[in-house]
């Protein structure tokens, strides 16, 4: 008789039966990481050597762990890590390629689906996404030659094509809060990189002249808006930090480490990441209050953090000379608008497939030039994609959607909100410009393991638990070499 295969019990695709000590569960271990990526950071400012030396190392590390870890959290969190640290690269003129944070982020992500996981589970409407970016490239080619439309098609898409893959990868995986808290921190590391590098320049700038627009020297000499955002999407990681069952004291420590980021990003002046904050931190209060069991947690940070926000709000006004305050209630979108109408105005006429990825700002303003580039992601699309952008559309609220309603906790049902709305909120004035954007979307896809023993379970988790899950890296194996039991 032929020996019978091997069964192995299901385990969660990033989670090791044997727990490993975490260290974002030590304030100790916290600061060290905060403050060390905040003076690797300043020193990357200083020396253009040390930026590249330091993002080719963080690009390796992270394609060795893609390539040959066991470990498939270590090369989703190297992934994010890659993701988030992009403006930290640019801004530092770090000797990297300009899109290498969306396309390794992508890549990263590819080598671990195609090693680990078998088969893809969920994977249409992404995958179908994905498609939809691709008709429109032959007009491109067409409009602006081989050259010129190769290379804007290439820049054009390394976002939405890293947000798909971002959302494809993420579906597949299930992690405990420990791991997913582990993810959030590899975006708070770089965010607090940046934040240092535009400490540093607004304290050594002494006096500084603020105006009606966003302040170059309060960014870290780099643009506000990136930086803004980046900011941003740190501080609402770690809100979502301080939502979780880490012990209080970290919980605390995030907190502190938000209103660093928030403040930094309301020095620059630049509105979008903080009004991405706030869209991110309202509906993740939102979605509290709507849960039963999480009222009262939900209602004390909250209180916490509209607090701190009014101190920091207030001192930053008064040191901007009420710069802030004037800026804020400006309601100009800085052309934005004046952008998004022309792209309506471009769909109107290309209705099929559009004008081509890139190519819109050359046909609105008509000459070479960058400064008509989209600034919004949906309207780009429908200028750009044609009928194929309306469906692109109607996609990615779908990928949110179905994020949503596929949320197995109550913090998993944060997370989602959170990081999906900052994303959505910024895509509407930033297009997909930096990477984090396709991080934090990928992000909201992630499902929490309802059975992890750190979390308490509800009603809703109750319901979800015997829901089918991805395959784990164990039953791939088995199911593809069986292994037979003595």
Same mark, same amino acid.
């Given at each position: 008789?032929?020996?019978?295969?091997?069964?192995?019990?299901? &385990?969660?695709?990033?989670?090791?039966?044997?727990?490993?000590?975490?260290?974002?569960?030590?304030?100790?271990? +916290?600061?060290?990481?905060?403050?060390?990526?905040? +003076?690797?950071?300043?020193?990357?400012?200083?020396?253009?050597?040390?930026?590249?030396?330091?993002?080719?190392?963080?690009?390796?590390?992270?394609?060795?762990?893609?390539?040959?870890?066991?470990?498939?959290?270590?090369?989703?969190?190297?992934?994010?890590? +890659?993701?988030?640290?992009?403006?930290?690269?640019?801004?530092?003129?770090?000797?990297?390629?300009?899109?290498?944070?969306?396309?390794?982020?992508?890549?990263?992500?590819?080598?671990?689906?195609?090693?680990?996981?078998?088969?893809?589970?969920?994977?249409?409407?992404?995958?179908?996404?994905?498609?939809?970016?691709?008709?429109?490239?032959?007009?491109?080619?067409?409009?602006?030659?081989?050259?010129?439309?190769?290379?804007?098609?290439?820049?054009?898409?390394?976002?939405?094509?890293?947000?798909?893959?971002?959302?494809?990868?993420?579906?597949?995986?299930?992690?405990?809060?420990?791991?997913?808290?582990?993810?959030?921190?590899?975006?708070?590391?770089?965010?607090?990189?940046?934040?240092?590098?535009?400490?540093?320049?607004?304290?050594?700038?002494? &006096?500084?002249?603020?105006?009606?627009?966003?302040?170059?020297?309060?960014?870290?000499?780099?643009?506000?808006?990136?930086?803004?955002?980046?900011?941003?999407?740190?501080?609402?990681?770690?809100?979502?930090?301080?939502?979780?069952?880490?012990?209080?004291?970290?919980?605390?420590?995030?907190?502190?480490?938000?209103?660093?980021?928030?403040?930094?990003?309301?020095?620059?002046?630049?509105?979008?990441?903080?009004?991405?904050?706030?869209?991110?931190?309202?509906?993740?209060?939102?979605?509290?209050?709507?849960?039963?069991?999480?009222?009262?947690?939900?209602?004390?940070?909250?209180?916490?953090?509209?607090?701190?926000?009014?101190?920091?709000?207030?001192?930053?006004?008064?040191?901007?000379?009420?710069?802030?305050?004037?800026?804020?209630?400006?309601?100009?979108?800085?052309?934005?608008?004046?952008?998004?109408?022309?792209?309506?105005?471009?769909?109107?006429?290309?209705?099929?497939?559009?004008?081509?990825?890139?190519?819109?700002?050359?046909?609105?303003?008509?000459?070479?030039?960058?400064?008509?580039?989209?600034?919004?992601?949906?309207?780009?699309?429908?200028?750009?994609?044609?009928?194929?952008?309306?469906?692109?559309?109607?996609?990615?609220?779908?990928?949110? +959607?179905?994020?949503?309603?596929?949320?197995?906790?109550?913090?998993?049902?944060?997370? &989602?909100?959170?990081?999906?709305?900052?994303?959505?909120?910024?895509?509407?004035?930033?297009?997909?410009?930096?990477?984090?954007?396709?991080?934090?979307?990928?992000?909201?896809?992630?499902?929490?393991?309802?059975?992890?023993?750190?979390?308490?379970? &509800?009603?809703?988790?109750?319901?979800?638990?015997?829901?089918?899950?991805?395959?784990?890296?164990?039953?791939?194996?088995?199911?593809?070499?069986?292994?037979?039991?003595?």
């Amino acid at each position: 008789m032929s020996p019978a295969p091997q069964v192995l019990e299901p &385990t969660n695709l990033l989670t090791n039966l044997r727990r490993r000590p975490d260290i974002t569960e030590s304030v100790a271990a +916290v600061a060290v990481f905060v403050v060390g990526h905040g +003076v690797v950071g300043v020193a990357m400012s200083y020396s253009t050597i040390a930026a590249s030396l330091v993002a080719a190392l963080v690009l390796g590390v992270a394609l060795g762990l893609a390539a040959f870890s066991r470990r498939i959290e270590l090369a989703v969190v190297a992934a994010i890590y +890659v993701g988030s640290s992009d403006v930290l690269w640019r801004m530092t003129n770090a000797k990297v390629p300009w899109e290498s944070g969306k396309y390794a982020f992508g890549l990263i992500l590819v080598i671990v689906l195609a090693r680990f996981v078998r088969p893809l589970q969920r994977s249409f409407v992404p995958l179908l996404y994905l498609f939809v970016l691709l008709p429109s490239c032959a007009i491109a080619v067409w409009q602006l030659g081989p050259g010129l439309g190769r290379s804007e098609i290439a820049a054009t898409l390394a976002g939405p094509v890293a947000l798909g893959i971002a959302v494809l990868a993420f579906r597949q995986f299930i992690a405990t809060e420990a791991e997913a808290r582990r993810m959030l921190w590899a975006v708070i590391g770089p965010a607090s990189a940046v934040c240092a590098i535009a400490t540093k320049s607004t304290i050594q700038a002494g &006096t500084i002249k603020f105006t009606g627009e966003s302040n170059f020297v309060t960014s870290g000499g780099y643009g506000p808006n990136q930086v803004s955002n980046i900011l941003a999407a740190g501080a609402v990681c770690c809100l979502l930090v301080a939502l979780s069952r880490s012990p209080m004291r970290v919980r605390v420590s995030a907190l502190v480490v938000g209103a660093w980021l928030i403040g930094q990003a309301l020095l620059t002046l630049s509105r979008g990441g903080v009004w991405g904050f706030i869209a991110a931190g309202v509906c993740i209060g939102l979605a509290g209050l709507l849960t039963s069991g999480t009222r009262s947690r939900v209602l004390v940070i909250g209180v916490v953090v509209v607090l701190v926000a009014v101190v920091v709000y207030s001192w930053i006004n008064l040191f901007t000379a009420g710069s802030l305050a004037n800026r804020y209630a400006d309601q100009s979108s800085t052309n934005r608008s004046d952008i998004a109408r022309g792209d309506l105005a471009l769909f109107a006429g290309n209705p099929l497939f559009g004008v081509g990825p890139g190519v819109s700002k050359y046909v609105r303003t008509g000459v070479l030039e960058a400064d008509g580039s989209t600034h919004t992601e949906y309207s780009r699309l429908l200028a750009e994609h044609g009928v194929f952008g309306i469906v692109a559309l109607v996609l990615l609220v779908a990928m949110f +959607v179905q994020a949503l309603r596929a949320t197995t906790t109550t913090w998993n049902r944060f997370l &989602t909100t959170g990081t999906g709305i900052y994303a959505i909120f910024t895509m509407s004035h930033s297009a997909t410009r930096i990477a984090i954007i396709a991080v934090l979307f990928g992000m909201a896809s992630l499902r929490i393991d309802p059975g992890d023993p750190e979390h308490e379970p &509800t009603a809703l988790d109750r319901q979800v638990r015997a829901a089918p899950r991805p395959l784990s890296y164990r039953e791939a194996v088995a199911r593809r070499r069986p292994t037979a039991v003595r």
